[in-house]
């Protein structure tokens, strides 16, 4: 079954903390692995991707296909973080659907 | 940098209504979803399009539901007969599916069903 699994609902964290969203997925196959961002009352945006291994505004996120895990990592949390995350996944074949898990609301206190 | 556009931004209807959300999606992807975000739930894929016809839909894209894309630019939510449960964010998505490419949303379209 295709099914990506954020176990935290919400996640508060002090300004200047670190953050660590969690992400497992199940599938068949080899994932693309997303995580994506909702501002309040925005489209979603894509935050970053496994493939490309990159650190967008501090956030990294490593594969483990051991694990099954795509965590959402940020060394120092800001305000402007505060946001909705979506880990999400993908097959490579044309037309693939998304699919996101449900969501961790991250909260930074000041 | 190229986006979706979606209209309606938001959408009030009485239930029984038909409803047609609209996208332009980016003009030089192939392949076209919508996606459904009922208040506090997930994201949910409704159905995805390409070459004027349905690639792939969930079990909630039932036959209330219809995709089409009239003009060539156009690609159209239509809900007929609304119900309550209906009510959420429709969102928009076009990529052009090559693999490591990115599948780009709209803003969203919110819909009321009263």
């Known amino acids: 079954a295709q099914r990506v699994t954020q176990p935290e609902k919400l996640l508060s964290v002090f300004k200047g903390a670190p953050v660590e969203l969690k992400c497992n997925y199940s599938?068949?196959?080899?994932?693309?692995l997303f995580w994506y961002v909702q501002y309040s009352r925005q489209r979603l945006q894509l935050l970053l991707r496994?493939?490309s291994r990159e650190s967008i505004k501090g956030f990294t996120a490593d594969l483990n296909k051991g694990e099954t895990s795509f965590h959402l990592k940020k060394p120092f949390a800001q305000e402007e973080d505060s946001a909705m995350y979506y880990c999400a996944l993908r097959g490579y074949s044309s037309a693939s659907k998304i699919i996101f898990g449900s969501g961790t609301r991250l909260s930074i206190r000041p | 940098e190229p986006e979706v556009t979606q209209t309606p931004s938001h959408q009030v209807t009485q239930m029984g209504q038909e409803v047609i959300l609209r996208c332009v999606p980016i003009?030089?992807?192939?392949?076209f979803y919508w996606y459904r975000q009922i208040l506090g739930q997930k994201v949910e894929f409704l159905v995805s399009f390409y070459n004027n016809e349905i690639s792939e839909k969930s079990e909630i894209f039932d036959d209330q539901f219809s995709v089409e894309r009239p003009d060539g630019s156009n690609f159209t939510l239509k809900i007929r007969s609304t119900k309550l449960e209906d009510s959420a964010m429709y969102f928009c998505?076009?990529?052009?599916?090559?693999?490591?490419?990115?599948?780009?949303f709209g803003e969203g379209s919110w819909l009321t069903v009263v």
């Open positions: 003009s030089n992807h192939l392949y």
């Open positions: 496994h493939i």
């Open positions: 599938y068949s196959g080899s994932p693309e």
């Open positions: 998505a076009s990529d052009d599916s090559l693999s490591g490419n990115t599948i780009y």
